[in-house]
Nanobody
Framework: QVHLVESGGGLVQAGGSLSLSCAASGTIFSINAMGWYRQAPGKQRELVASLTSGGKTNYADSVKGRFTISRDNAKNMVYLQMNTLKPEDTAVYLC????????????????WGQGTQVTVSS
């Protein structure tokens, strides 16, 4: 089993910054892809940023130039640096990893964290 824990959320004024972390633990052989999603009240979950094992990144148009996704493979950590935050960035932010659990498996399983609340005041 794989367990993800996000941290770093909180309340910040518009224009401020927050840094989110996602710590993965459990049976992990490799991580194929990682992503940060967010879900605001009454809205669908949306992809904020993703990062493949090859280093390719993808960002939602609304966060391009403001957010940066990164990873520490040795620590099984994923980060999201969020700058110039706006009130519309307010949401629960969730970490998602596509994990290959052992060297004998080829299937990557998707795991989610519980989320961390980010609130941006105007």
């Amino acid at each position: 089993q794989v367990h993800l824990v996000e941290s770093g959320g909180g309340l910040v004024q518009a224009g401020g910054s927050l840094s989110l972390s996602c710590a993965a633990s459990g049976t992990i052989f490799s991580i194929n892809a990682m992503g940060w999603y967010r879900q605001a009240p009454g809205k669908q979950r949306e992809l904020v940023a993703s990062l493949t094992s090859g280093g390719k990144t993808n960002y939602a148009d609304s966060v391009k130039g403001r957010f940066t996704i990164s990873r520490d493979n040795a620590k099984n950590m994923v980060y999201l640096q969020m700058n110039t935050l706006k009130p519309e960035d307010t949401a629960v932010y969730l970490c998602n990893l596509e994990v290959v659990r052992t060297r004998w498996e080829s299937t990557a399983y998707s795991y989610w964290g519980q989320g961390t609340q980010v609130t941006v005041s105007s």
